[in-house]
């Protein structure tokens, strides 16, 4: 079963704007990260926030989590045509075992 | 280093057939995981095994069985094939220690598993 819900599914931007993708969850969570996809290949981990951590930083990307909300967000700054993918957010239930996947948010960045 | 890889690349079996799939992990890594990936279904856990043992195997039936092997290469076998089995699986592993949670998984670049 999926424990994350993101928004938009979709997303298209012109090259240079931001992207914002949202990220819900269900359950107490130990960490949650974010991952990029390409074209139905495999998944590329990007940043790994903790349960006691409200920001983080990775060159262009910035994760924010809000566990009071149950929620997450990646903003990735000054596009590029390169970003062009399918982003996922993952949970770590409190309680461990494996990483359980949202549904992605598909993100278009047109030159 | 090496990083994830799953073999094969791509496969065709006909309904009612069996799959095998493979997956090595990276060198050191003891937990290997699986996903099936379906169009339009997102992500879906199956059985993932740590140290030889099957952990979860999620909301799949016994068709889908697997095993880990003592150098931590694990094989996802699908037996009775049937249509909507298609899809990308995918493996990743990862560096955690036992009872580690903040770790990243590497993935494989999958395999494409279409029955007709």
């Known amino acids: 079963s999926q424990q994350g819900e993101e928004d938009p599914q979709a997303l298209s931007i012109q090259e240079g704007e931001n992207a914002t993708m949202n990220c819900s969850y269900k359950?107490?969570?130990?960490?949650l990260q974010w991952y990029r996809q390409n074209s139905g290949r495999g998944l590329v981990h990007l940043i790994l926030?903790?349960?006691?951590?409200r920001e983080k930083h990775s060159g262009r990307l910035r994760v924010t989590l809000d566990t009071s909300k149950k929620s997450s967000s990646l903003l990735i700054t000054a596009s590029r045509a390169a970003d062009t993918a399918s982003y996922f957010c993952?949970?770590?239930?409190?309680?461990?075992?494996?990483?359980?996947f949202g549904q992605g948010t598909e993100l278009s960045v047109k030159p | 280093e090496a990083g994830v890889t799953q073999s094969p690349t791509h496969l065709i079996k006909t309904r009612g057939q069996q799959a095998t799939l493979r997956c090595s992990p990276i060198?050191?890594?003891?937990?290997v995981y699986w996903y099936q990936q379906a169009l339009g279904l997102g992500l879906q856990f199956l059985p993932w095994?740590?140290?030889?043992?099957?952990?979860n195997r999620g909301n799949f039936p016994p068709r889908f069985s697997g095993r880990q092997f003592p150098n931590y290469s694990s094989e996802l076998n699908v037996n009775a094939l049937e249509l909507e089995d298609s899809a990308l699986y995918l493996c990743?592993?990862?560096?955690?220690?036992?009872?580690?949670?903040?770790?990243?998984?590497?993935f494989g670049s999958g395999t494409r598993l279409t029955v007709v």
């Open positions: 993952a949970t770590v239930p409190n309680q461990g075992g494996k990483l359980i």
């Open positions: 060198s050191g890594h003891t937990s």
């Open positions: 359950t107490s969570i130990n960490n």
């Open positions: 990743a592993s990862s560096s955690a220690p036992k009872g580690g949670l903040n770790y990243g998984y590497t």
């Open positions: 095994y740590d140290e030889g043992e099957e952990r």
């Open positions: 926030i903790r349960s006691n951590e």
